[in-house]
């Protein structure tokens, strides 16, 4: 064999463990709502759970990445796309992600994270024992909706009217409306509804708010609208109308206040579950995680601008104060 043959297949020989490797190497399929750049801080937090269960991205794990940039039509094309790729894990974020995901395969495991009940969507038969091949987190943000407007009600007890932002595209919009509503109408508080999947939605629902005597808005647990909180938190600023969210994140971003689960650690939990999976636990034997603790946020630079007094018996339950 001549020298140059000679170093090609040694060459050739010295990749061998490296390919089989990247070829046995197990693959999680991640499908998320919004862009890659709006969620980048939870994707962190679920690579901190899977390190936690002893993986890591390019050292034995490899991950595929989806993105719907807030195209929920997209989900489903996505989810068949992991599948045919024979992803070993796919992790769908929010309830149209789970769908699509288990309207596409019922042998891979499904790790999901949102704010609904999964089981009113069929995703699983019980919290505690979900049966199929999906699990996951359930942080029940729309459960606690009822306690937003509580809080909110403090903050401006003399509006007029309140608003309830939903996303029409998102499955959660219509049980999530109708429970605000049986919520409002308890507490004899006029509550009308506005919708947006687009950027240019969220600018047109403002625009009849003092025409219609709106003075605070909710907005419904959506990765979409979650993830222009600051846009939301703009236009409120200048539209008179104050907030509140389910993420602590839209308070930073300007909101005025928020009451939730922590998202971030909610993430970190699905990546622990994703570790253990792929350990070789079972989906069905996992309980849904939820949360025990939810938290307040209160942006007291938003109130100032807003020229909002906040209760000081609120801002001492407050869990986090921006100042």
């Given at each position: 064999?001549?020298?140059?043959?000679?170093?090609?297949?040694?060459?050739a020989?010295?990749?061998?463990?490296?390919?089989?490797r990247a070829?046995?190497?197990?693959?999680?399929?991640?499908?998320?709502?919004t862009?890659?750049?709006?969620?980048?801080?939870?994707?962190?937090?679920?690579?901190?759970?899977?390190?936690?269960a002893?993986?890591?991205?390019?050292?034995?794990?490899?991950?595929?990445?989806?993105?719907?940039?807030?195209?929920?039509?997209?989900?489903?094309?996505?989810?068949?796309?992991?599948?045919?790729?024979?992803?070993?894990?796919?992790?769908?974020?929010?309830?149209?992600?789970?769908?699509?995901?288990?309207?596409?395969?019922?042998?891979?495991?499904?790790?999901?994270?949102?704010?609904?009940?999964?089981v009113?969507?069929?995703?699983?038969?019980?919290?505690?024992r979900?049966?199929?091949?999906?699990?996951?987190?359930s942080?029940?943000?729309?459960?606690?909706?009822?306690?937003?407007?509580?809080?909110?009600?403090?903050?401006?007890?003399?509006t007029?009217?309140?608003?309830?932002?939903?996303?029409?595209?998102?499955?959660?919009?219509?049980?999530?409306?109708?429970?605000?509503?049986?919520?409002?109408e308890?507490m004899?508080q006029?509550?009308?509804?506005?919708?947006?999947?687009?950027?240019?939605?969220?600018?047109?629902?403002?625009?009849?708010?003092?025409?219609?005597?709106?003075?605070?808005?909710?907005i419904?647990?959506?990765?979409?609208?979650?993830?222009?909180?600051?846009?939301?938190?703009?236009?409120?600023?200048?539209?008179?109308?104050?907030?509140?969210?389910?993420?602590?994140?839209?308070?930073?971003?300007?909101?005025?206040?928020?009451?939730?689960?922590?998202?971030?650690?909610?993430?970190?939990?699905?990546g622990?579950?994703?570790?253990?999976?792929?350990?070789?636990?079972?989906p069905?034997?996992?309980?849904?995680?939820?949360?025990?603790?939810?938290?307040?946020?209160?942006?007291?630079k938003t109130?100032?601008?807003?020229?909002?007094i906040?209760?000081?018996?609120?801002?001492?339950?407050?869990d986090?104060?921006?100042?």
């Open positions: 064999m001549k020298r140059r043959e000679f170093m090609l297949a040694l060459g020989s010295s990749m061998w463990p490296q390919m089989s070829q046995t190497m197990p693959v999680i399929g991640f499908i998320g709502i862009s890659s750049d709006e969620w980048k801080n939870y994707v962190v937090a679920f690579h901190e759970g899977l390190k936690e002893g993986f890591a991205e390019g050292r034995n794990v490899a991950m595929q990445y989806r993105w719907a940039d807030g195209r929920y039509d997209r989900l489903k094309a996505m989810a068949t796309d992991l599948v045919g790729r024979k992803v070993d894990i796919i992790v769908a974020i929010a309830p149209p992600a789970a769908l699509a995901a288990k309207a596409a395969t019922q042998a891979i495991p499904i790790v999901f994270f949102m704010g609904s009940d999964p009113k969507y069929g995703l699983v038969a019980s919290l505690n979900p049966g199929g091949n999906l699990t996951g987190v942080i029940l943000s729309n459960a606690i909706s009822a306690r937003r407007l509580q809080l909110l009600r403090q903050v401006v007890p003399d007029a009217t309140n608003a309830l932002l939903v996303n029409p595209t998102n499955q959660n919009a219509e049980p999530d409306t109708k429970e605000m509503q049986l919520a409002a308890t004899k006029p509550l009308i509804v506005v919708k947006a999947s687009t950027e240019a939605e969220i600018d047109g629902v403002f625009v009849d708010f003092p025409q219609q005597r709106v003075g605070a808005l909710l419904n647990p959506d990765p979409f609208l979650l993830s222009h909180a600051d846009r939301i938190a703009a236009l409120a600023l200048r539209y008179r109308v104050a907030t509140i969210f389910h993420a602590h994140e839209a308070v930073i971003a300007g909101g005025l206040m928020s009451y939730g689960a922590s998202f971030t650690d909610a993430h970190r939990q699905a622990l579950y994703s570790g253990r999976i792929l350990k070789g636990e079972k069905a034997d996992l309980p849904v995680l939820q949360p025990t603790k939810f938290e307040t946020a209160v942006n007291l109130a100032k601008a807003l020229g909002i906040v209760p000081p018996t609120l801002l001492a339950l407050a986090e104060v921006i100042e």
